[in-house]
């Protein structure tokens, strides 16, 4: 008995030691961390080429395609610090089809990470809803079009009314867990955020598994901790069943079960609580991750949406009486 006293005497200075020993060592990985993260946040900011007079980096503006004089238009809203080019092409091709398009720049993208940091889920919000205000305001028909947290924007916006139809793709409900992870990436933001206000995203993180597509897909390379807090709450609010409920206009969500940044499982229990008589769920091939309209089985992503399109726009063209 006394030997076993003694043993667990000795394993428990043990760990005391190693914990003791270990606090300095991760106080230090963190200083440094924090340096290299100052560091790549200013190098970002000083070397991305941006527009002279707004600031705004070059491709990430905010830009309309097709016709003004369109009787419906479509909103595109953008991922977590991304920008427009998380679309590809797809703008483009949607104003083919008579659209009107509008890429919006959400809040705080396409600047720096600083402004971003100064977002909120409301202010994000407010930004998007006032690109759809003024559609709604010019144009008979309007419908959404929202990747990642776009995607979470755009069910927000839908729940309220005054859309007519809604894609998403890839929408963010909740973070991918993978089991390396130990705990969920939103504990560790939440861990970390009070010492770590920046965090640097590498090539591993942007989750398109077409690799060739990275240089033609623009995000922020610091993350501000605060920013993923953002992100959290708005997957939070626009998952809960009584804000899905109030969708009833036509639905389409395509997802890849291979996402590794967006839960699939979380996009589909969403799309079951959506109450549209008229939804549509939709995985795209098996070789793609979470940047679809980038990824191996973007055409068929793209086909998809335009299909859907068309369809409710001649829909909605005939219950409105136009031949």
Not at 9 to 19: H, M, N, P, S
Not at 49 to 60: M, Q
Request: hydrophobic content about 40%; charged content about 25%.
């Amino acid at each position: 008995m006394r030997l076993k006293r003694t043993l667990k005497w000795i394993w428990r200075r043990k760990l005391l030691f190693v914990v003791a020993a270990a606090i300095p060592v991760l106080g230090l990985g963190i200083v440094i961390y924090s340096w290299v993260a100052s560091r790549s946040l200013n190098c970002e900011i000083e070397s991305t080429p941006r527009d002279p007079e707004t600031g705004i980096v070059l491709g990430a503006e905010a830009i309309s395609l097709g016709p003004a004089d369109a009787s419906a238009a479509c909103l595109l809203l953008h991922g977590y610090v991304g920008a427009r080019s998380d679309f590809a092409d797809l703008g483009e091709r949607i104003s083919e089809e008579g659209f009107y398009v509008r890429m919006a720049r959400l809040p705080g993208h396409g600047t720096t990470p600083v402004d971003f940091d100064e977002q909120t889920p409301d202010s994000m919000l407010e930004g998007a809803r006032a690109e759809l205000e003024d559609l709604r305001s010019r144009f008979e028909r309007v419908y959404l079009v929202g990747f990642s947290m776009g995607g979470a924007i755009s069910t927000l916006l839908a729940s309220e009314g005054g859309v007519d139809g809604l894609v998403l793709v890839a929408p963010y409900y909740k973070v991918t867990y993978s089991w390396h992870y130990v705990l969920p990436p939103e504990t560790w933001n939440r861990l970390f955020s009070p010492i770590l206000p920046y965090v640097i995203k590498s090539d591993g993180f942007v989750k398109v598994n077409k690799r060739e597509s990275l240089e033609h897909i623009y995000s922020y390379r610091a993350l501000s901790t605060r920013s993923l807090a953002m992100l959290v709450e708005l997957g939070r609010r626009a998952r809960q069943p009584d804000i899905l409920s109030r969708i009833d206009r036509p639905v389409l969500v395509l997802y890849s079960e291979g996402d590794e940044a967006a839960a699939p499982q979380a996009t589909k229990q969403a799309f079951e609580a959506i109450q549209s008589n008229d939804k549509t769920l939709r995985k795209i091939g098996e070789r793609s991750n979470h940047i679809l309209l980038w990824d191996y089985d973007a055409e068929d992503a793209k086909t998809a949406i335009l299909n859907f399109l068309e369809r409710i726009e001649g829909i909605n063209r005939t219950e409105a009486g136009h031949v």
